[in-house]
């Protein structure tokens, strides 16, 4: 069994899975409820001074018979009075001593930041996290990530918190500006002590093509909201990438958000260099009892990898995340198709054609079939391979991959619905192991075929 | 001509038929939808090679996922006119579903019939006008019998601008596809609304209770010469003829039954009723005695199929006989009927059965069961005397009407013809296929291209 407990810029936490502040996180019950499922943490419902909400205040977008891949909100801050969420901050931490329970304020003035901060302090809080990052409503007021979006005052107001606060300062970022590393650099001049990301991205889920209103719709308008859930995973990792590969940034603390549903995405995300995850969608949509599978399957994957506690895992990836003037261009894989595997559906084969380099040949065709079909390299022996799949389609046949052009894109492993049909080999290149920025170096940075003025410009030199 | 008017009459009255639910129910929207989301959309799709009317299945049903319902069914009706009868009464299992490449990854293959019948009836309940016809030709074309072949081929004849006459010597017209599916795919009503839709594609005619002879004798009759004389071409649908018989000792009298004239009763008749048949047997290895002895044992009947061969020679369809076998239906192999029995005021009591190998009768080793009701299910006639009535169009051996197989045009160049009557009885599926084949080379004909 792993230590799964973690230090989070003094923050105590039996394990890294905390739930964002957002409506899992709304009141006391919940957060106890949750802690009784195993969550280590709590971000609590962004307090401030009291808004009024709208209904309705969630749109999803499904893909194909998945059900909210995407979701998005256009609810405010905490719509509940300041000291009864400060009593049941109280309360909860009089109950669950040992599990962490944050903070999230958003408020405007230096003396509005202030007393919030004192009085959460005064209520138990375990630590503050800054909502610089809610990206609809707050920010028209100019809170939220209008705030993310100007570092100055960014700083300037993580520079208050600092002051007034005597438990660590978290400042969230909001991922809809150009750089997150000018928002990230601005945390580390403010003093603050750790940064979580992402919050949601700007969004407008879907138009009602019968009502001509954007969703999710109030009356008969819409408004922009914050989108997460599992579509925005990727976009949160580089967020994350980009502060943990930074060589000052990446010394402060930093609490992942985005997409996280199971134990395997908060293992990403740890390797990225996060030291906790914050999970907000996933909760919305299966509730609190997921969080058993996150601690049970991060559990065994640090077993099975031989690590000891989160630490053997925080950024062992981070380092591997490079420009791409530093990849391999002497790397090479190509795909290989088993015939064991293949069903015979041919999304592959129509992907490559479509959508790639045409090096996925259809067996038992002429050359000039072939030719017509779109391929304009004919590899010398196309193998007639049948589906050796269990009970396969009588005549389906096998695509085959001509090695001498598929340029290893992945696309064909990407679109075949049977796992492990596709695999990339890797195979010989012949080229040199170098990257973009080593031929940069020695003067090969050049490739014939392109403009003329590039040309006379590249003799000059 | 008693009578002339595209009006279908209606079923009415208490007819068992009514009594069966649907084993394959039509979906819900957000059934459909689901289970269109699951299809994975195959390049060169190995369920269009299986459809005999080639339908493209991965086209129509990403349609449905996409919320084109009317493209969808564009998609089917454009390849099949009956794409909704298709839908319930096709044997997927042998044909698309039983194709598709989810089987090879033992997954549960797409329900391509059920979505083919959601697109269509959903599409043509909110539209049904969903092709238009050309301009008229001017070109009229009798067709004679009302079945699936004869009204797939009067749709895309009409559909062509041609005037389409369909004569048929029942009162209801479709054919098996009204009289002869199985209650619990697909109903009377149900058929009879889908050729409703077809008429009403172009300028069709269907002129019921009219027979097709050598020589008229009467007003419900029309001779084959002045078909000939009065249309610009001719399209035999003949379908099959009455059941055939078993002719063995005891066959005459009450309590033995045809297969399809059963089936029919039970579709169309309110006076049938099942009073004192308690066991039934029905006779054959094939599909329509599947059919029956299923439909007998939903009733409450002790039904039991019995067939000279083994289990290994049923001709009838493995899904069948497993769903059959299900709701209570007996399956009685390598049995032989040898007579019917009958008590002395000539009521059915039961058969005298003879055991057979390699279904040759085994002498000494009869035994008799009991029954209530024989049902003769071992085949049908062909109508070859209609057939015959039209100089030119020659039979086979086995009583088919002979075509060339690329045109499905008779000996006589005014003459095509398609279905059960010219491949001896097969699906709904295959009947429209032909059909379509025909229609084409009748419209190059009739247009004067490569005539």
């Given at each position: ?12 936490s ?52 998945t ?51 004192q ?27 209008a ?21 660590p ?50 009356g ?138 045409q090096?996925?040949h ?44 598929c ?5 064909c ?49 | ?63 449905i ?59 043509l309940?909110e ?22 072949a ?7 004849l ?25 209650p ?21 005619e ?130 032989s ?39 003769v ?17 020659e ?57």
């Open positions: 069994m792993a230590d799964l407990s973690i230090d989070f810029a003094g923050i105590k039996p394990n890294p899975f905390w739930l964002a502040s957002a409506p899992p996180t709304n009141t006391g019950d919940q957060v106890m409820r949750a802690f009784d499922a195993g969550w280590g943490g709590a971000v609590w419902k962004t307090l401030g001074n009291p808004i009024v909400n709208v209904s309705s205040r969630f749109g999803g977008i499904d893909y194909g018979n059900r909210m891949m995407g979701l998005n909100n256009i609810e405010l801050i905490t719509d509940r009075p300041l000291e009864v969420n400060f009593r049941e901050i109280r309360e909860v931490k009089r109950r669950y001593p040992n599990h962490a329970v944050i903070t999230s304020l958003m408020v405007e003035t230096k003396e509005e930041w202030k007393e919030i901060i009085r959460a302090e005064e209520a138990g809080s375990d630590g503050h996290e800054l909502n610089f990052g809610c990206p609809h409503g707050m920010c028209e007021r100019g809170m939220g990530s705030v993310s979006s100007e570092p100055k005052v960014l700083r300037e107001i993580a520079r208050w918190a600092v002051e007034f606060a005597t438990k300062v978290i400042v969230k970022l909001s991922p809809n500006v150009t750089d997150i590393v000018e928002p990230g650099e601005a945390v580390l001049e403010s003093g603050a002590h750790a940064i979580s990301l992402i919050n949601t991205i700007k969004s407008i889920m879907a138009i009602d093509l019968d009502r001509m209103v954007p969703l999710p719709r109030v008969n308008a819409s408004t922009n909201g914050g989108y997460c859930g599992p579509a925005v995973k990727p976009v949160a990792l580089h967020m994350v990438g980009e502060l943990t590969r930074h060589p000052y940034v990446s010394k402060l603390p930093i609490s992942g958000i985005g997409g996280i549903s199971n134990w395997r995405d908060a293992a990403e995300f740890i390797a990225l260099g996060c030291t906790s995850v914050q999970v907000c969608t996933a909760v919305m949509h299966y509730g609190y009892r997921i969080v058993e599978d996150m601690i049970e399957g991060l559990n065994d994957f640090l077993d099975s990898k031989g690590m000891k506690s989160i630490l053997d895992l925080r950024g062992r990836a981070a380092p591997q995340y490079k420009n791409w003037g530093e990849l391999d261009l002497g790397y090479r894989v190509v795909a290989d198709i088993s015939t064991d595997k293949c069903i015979g559906c041919q999304l592959c084969y129509v992907a490559c054609m479509d959508g790639a380099h090096c996925i259809l067996p038992g065709r002429t050359e000039e079939q072939a030719r017509k079909a779109g391929h304009t390299h004919i590899p010398k022996l196309i193998p007639d391979r049948a589906v050796t799949a269990r009970g396969g389609a009588p005549g389906a046949r096998v695509p085959f991959v001509d090695d001498d052009e340029i290893g894109c992945n696309l492993q990407l679109v075949c619905p049977v796992s492990g049909c596709i695999t990339m080999k890797e195979v010989p290149s012949g080229k040199p192991n170098e990257s973009w920025n080593d031929r940069v170096q020695r003067g090969a940075d050049f490739v014939p075929g392109g403009l003329h003025v590039t040309e006379v410009e590249r003799a000059k030199r | 001509m008693t009578h002339h008017s595209p009006h279908i009459p209606d079923v009415e009255g208490d007819r068992l038929e009514v009594l069966y639910e649907d084993k394959k129910p039509p979906y819900e929207d957000a059934e459909a939808i689901a289970e269109a989301n699951r299809c994975l959309y195959c390049v060169d799709a190995p369920c269009i090679k299986a459809c005999p009317t080639a339908i493209d299945i991965p086209t129509f049903i990403r349609k996922g996409t919320g084109n319902v009317k493209g969808a069914a564009r998609t089917i009706l454009s390849q099949n006119l009956l794409g909704k009868s298709c839908g319930q009464v096709c044997p997927v299992e042998v044909l698309c579903a039983g194709a598709c490449v989810y089987n090879d990854w033992h997954r549960d293959p797409i329900k391509i019939g059920r979505l083919q019948r959601y697109a269509v009836e959903k599409a309940a539209d049904p006008q969903i092709f238009k016809p050309k301009a008229p030709t001017g070109k009229r074309i009798a067709l004679v019998g009302a079945g699936p004869s009204v797939a081929a009067a749709g895309w009409a559909l062509e601008g041609h005037e389409a006459a369909i004569y048929e010597k029942k009162l209801l017209p479709g054919g098996l596809n009204t009289l002869g599916i199985a619990y795919k697909m109903k009377v009503e149900e058929a009879l609304q889908e050729i409703t839709w077809v008429l009403s594609l172009g300028n069709v269907l002129y019921q209770g009219v027979e097709i002879v050598p020589v008229s004798g009467s007003s419900e009759e029309v001779s084959a010469s002045s078909l000939l004389q009065q249309y610009d071409a001719v399209f035999l649908g003949l379908g099959l003829g009455p059941d055939s018989r078993l002719k063995i000792p005891g066959e005459d009298g009450g309590g033995v039954v045809g297969a399809t004239h059963l089936i029919e009763r039970l579709k169309a008749d309110p006076t049938l009723r099942f009073k004192g048949v308690d066991r039934a047997i029905v006779v054959g290895g094939g599909n329509t005695a599947v059919d029956v002895a299923h439909e007998l044992a939903l009733l409450g009947i002790d039904a039991t199929m019995l067939y000279r061969g083994g289990e290994e020679d049923l001709s009838a369809y493995e899904h069948e006989l497993a769903s059959g076998r299900v709701d209570g239906m007996k399956v009685l192999c390598e049995r009927p040898v007579a019917v029995l009958r008590d002395n005021v000539g009521k059915i009591t039961g058969m005298r059965v003879i055991r057979t190998e390699d279904k040759k009768p085994v002498a000494g080793t009869e035994e008799d069961l009991r029954a209530d009701l024989v049902v299910a071992v085949g049908q006639s062909r109508m070859t005397e209609v057939a015959r009535s039209f100089p030119g169009v039979l086979d051996m086995r009583g088919r009407v002979i075509v060339d197989p690329k045109t499905y045009r008779t000996g006589n160049p005014k003459v095509w013809s398609a279905g059960d009557c010219v491949n001896g009885g097969k699906e709904v599926v295959n009947a429209v296929a032909e059909a379509k084949i025909a229609v084409t080379s009748m419209h190059a004909y009739l247009m004067g291209v490569g005539a």
